[in-house]
Each structure stands twice: as structure tokens, then as C-alpha cells.
């Protein structure tokens, strides 16, 4: 598996228009093929035999799948970027009201 996982890796640094195009300039193949190498990516990443992936980099691929799957099959209730905010506030991002009340600056109007 661990072959695998270095593979998809570097088929992920080869795809240039993936990385650098919006997901709209996209063909449907393109962003499918984008959709498996992520979930590829997603299942790889979670063995700790071999990868240093912290909860910020979870979030990152669990994002960009739920990207892909909002595109590819309109998900109304998608489960990939429930996934990236659990691995956000696992990494010590709190997306709470609580916190938003705490770190909110008004301006005072002169």
C-alpha cells in the first residue's frame, strides 16, 4: 500500500491543470479522476506506518474531496467536509461561537 500511496502522490504533483485550475475549468473525466486519486490519497494517509500527516493536512485533502464530490454529484450533506472541520478542531482550530466572541475586535465609530 505504502507503493501505492507514493504513486498517487506523485501522479498529484504531475496534474498540473488539477492543482492549478478551478474545479468549473474541469472536465467531468478530469474531476473524476481527481475524485479517486483524493480518496486514494484520504485512505493512504491514515497509516501511520508510514505518513507524518498532521490534522491540518487531513483537513486539507478531506476539503478538497468534498470540493470534488460538491461538483461531481451536487452533496447537499457532505460527509468529506465534516470530516476536514473534525480534523480542524482535532488540530486546535476552534470554529466555536464561544471563540468568535472571544478573539472579535469592534470598531469604535468617531
Known amino acids: 500500500m505504502q507503493s501505492d ?6 501522479r498529484l504533483m504531475q496534474s498540473t491543470k488539477l492543482l492549478q485550475s478551478p474545479l468549473s475549468e474541469l472536465s467531468e473525466e478530469e474531476k473524476g479522476i481527481a475524485y479517486n486519486l483524493l480518496n486514494r490519497l484520504v485512505d493512504g494517509a491514515v497509516d501511520e506506518n508510514y505518513t507524518m500527516l498532521d490534522y491540518m493536512q487531513m ?4 476539503y478538497n474531496l468534498g470540493e470534488l464530490s460538491n461538483n461531481l454529484f451536487g452533496e447537499q ?23 468568535w466572541l472571544e478573539l472579535i475586535s469592534l470598531r469604535a465609530i468617531e
Open 5 to 10: 500511496f507514493k504513486k498517487d502522490i506523485i
Open 59 to 62: 483537513a486539507r485533502l478531506y
Open 77 to 99: 450533506d457532505n460527509p468529506h467536509y465534516k470530516k476536514a472541520i473534525q480534523y480542524l478542531a482535532k488540530g486546535g482550530i476552534d470554529l466555536s461561537m464561544n471563540k
